[in-house]
């Protein structure tokens, strides 16, 4: 599996924060921004969430996942940027649970407005 590229600089974050398309599912939201460059991903992951320990446990979860799905041919991944944000719900999910979610809001995502 390749590299997760990650989204830098505050003005992509800001302009996947508003105007990207939106797809809720549970406790994450995903935007996506359409961009002709391979995927590239940022987290918003608040305190209110939790200390740190868990906020960075559910990103590096997060990021895990985007490794697979990203080598999943099933889960539709459109070239651009993308924001995952999470609510302190998502703390409470499994591995297999937050897997599902996710796909399911990439699935969303890829499937045309």
Known sequence: MGELRVVRGRSAFVDLARRGRRAREGPLTVSHLPRADAPRFTFAISRKVGGSVTRNRLRRRLRALLREAL???AVPTPDG???????PAATSLSFEELR??????LQRLGTPA
């Open 71 to 73: 080598a999943d041919p």
């Open 81 to 87: 940027d993308y924001l995952v944000a999470a609510t």
């Open 100 to 105: 599902g979610t996710l796909q399911r809001a």
